[in-house]
Every structure is written in C-alpha cells, then in structure tokens.
C-alpha cells in the first residue's frame, strides 16, 4: 500500500454523508483531514454533533473551507455549484461532489462521472469528480455487465431505500412513527437517478434506447438498498453468471453471489452483492448495497484512491453488521 501522505476537506460535514465521510477518513492510512467545514455548526466539536465520534477527534467545526488535497463537497442537491461558484477552488485541489449538481455531462464542466466499475481509468486522470447517487449505483452495478455486452432491452427496477437516504433534515416521512412498519412508493418512474442511469448504460451499449422503468419505495429500516430489475434476454444462468464474474474480476467492491443475497452483507461496507436468477427468458438481477457507504461516501473516497494513485480499497475494508 501507498506511503503517501494527502489531506481532505469536507464541505457540508454535519450531514449524514458529511459524517460518513469523517467516519471512513479518520481511520484512513494516507489522509489527513485538514478541515470539517458546516455554517450551521461552526465552532463545535464534531462530536457534538456526530456523537458516536466521541472520543475519536479534537476536530472543530468550521464555517469556511481552507485548503486541501481534496474537497469532499457532501451538500445538498442544488447547492455544491453554487458553493463552489462563491468560494474559489485552491490550485490543485480535487474536488468529489455528493450532490447530482453535474452527474449529467455538459459543455459548462469538467466532471468525470464517478462509477469506478464503469469509468476507472478516467476517474484516475480527474480533476473533479462527480460521486454518482445511491439507487443508480445499485441499479447500474447490476446492469454493467449486460450492457457491455450490448444485452441490455427494456429494464423494470422495484427498489427499496432506508431512511437515511432522504437525508438528515426531518420529513413527515422520516418520522419513526410514520416509518415503522410501513412501506411505501416515491417518485414512481420519475425518480431523478433514471437520467444518469441511462446516461452510463447509453455509454457502454451505443443505440440503447429502450426504457428504464423504476418505482423507488421507501422502507422501515434506516441504511441500504436492495434493488431487483427484471429484463429479457438471451444466455442461460451459467453463461450470464460467466458474465458477471468476467466483467467484476478486477473490482474489488463487487461480490457475485450464486446464493440468495440479504442486506445485511452490505450494510457498513462498501461492497455490492449481485445474484441473478432467471425463468426462460427473463432474468432478474437483485443487488444490494450500502446507500450512505457505496451509495455515497465509501465510494467518494474510493474515486478519491484512485485519482491519488492509492489502493483502490485503502480506509474501505469495512466489516459488515452480519447481525
């Protein structure tokens, strides 16, 4: 492993990413953290407000960025490009956005979208980063292998979310009394991760153009996704299987599982289960990860290895909760 010494910063640090993030870089072998950057908390202990910190860092929290290797931008939809519009980027700072503030390319920005099973060698060269979302992460990982090989036609995806994926601020639906033993859909076929979901698939299957169905539900639990998109095609279990192992073999975060999969093999890792199960012609890929780990910050810090020319898995060896 790299000897390499690199500082971070994290913008938006009193979240729930901004504290997965300080989680992760605290035990991680080549990082500093230089500062935790929140307006709202300024001039508190990180651990006043991520309690189970406690006992861990000195860090304070601080109302303006100062300067990094890296900035971990962990903000809210909307508010990362205004943010870095108002505050000038030091020379040679990379930046690792959270947001979906420019998941979706354009000609105004420099962003790689930050799928490392996807994009690898172009997240090494980068600059900026843009971290990808937690649904898309899970239905993409799922959906890789197949569009490579230009396999892919109409997907349906049913997904389920914990609560932490709405977020830290409170909602009608995140209340305990409302999430319990509830469930229910959001966003039915509008959910905003479509359009970069089929932005990547487009990428590795040219001339992809049929639909991607998603119904997103909200469930009872607090952390994780579990996903299953159900599609046509050809090739038996054996030969999609052959698929799927050939295509991860060198990424190091997929796990494909002959077994039933669970959630709790990914929850506090940074890993994503796959299992395929398939009746004649239709194939079902479930795929399971963690929505603030995977899905958000465990991958931020992954796309930041690679562009640092660390192991892709320092700081990421995480153990799951098994029970």
Known sequence: MSTNKFTAG??????YTGGETIRILLNHPNIEISFVQSRS???KLIASVHKDLA???????VAEPGKADV????????????????????ANTRIIDLSQD???????????????????????????????????????????????????????????TGSTGAGQKLQDTTHFTWRANNVSAYKTLQHQHIAEIRQTLTTLQPGFSEPVHFVPWRGDFTRGIFVTSVLTTTGDTSVLSKLYREYFENHP????????????????????????????????IHSAIDNLLKGASGQAVQNMNLMLGLSETAGLRLKPIAF
């Open 253 to 284: 975060f997929v796990v494909i599982s002959e077994e039933a999969i669970d959630l709790k093999q990914a929850v506090n890792t940074n890993k994503c289960l796959i299992q395929i199960e398939r009746q004649g012609q239709t194939v079902a």
């Open 10 to 15: 994290i913008i938006g640090a009193a979240g």
């Open 41 to 43: 908390q300024a001039g």
């Open 102 to 160: 420019f998941r979706i390319r354009d000609n105004k920005h420099d962003f790689v979208y930050g799928l490392p099973e996807a994009f690898r060698e172009q997240i090494k060269s980068a600059k900026h980063i843009a971290n990808p979302g937690c649904f898309a992460t899970a239905i993409q990982l799922g959906l890789l292998p197949l569009a490579k090989a230009g396999l892919l036609t109409a997907v349906h995806t049913t997904g389920i």
């Open 55 to 61: 006992g861990e860092s000195n860090l304070v929290f």
């Open 71 to 90: 900035w971990f931008l962990c903000l809210g939809h909307g508010e990362s490009e205004k943010f870095l519009h108002d505050h000038p980027v030091p």
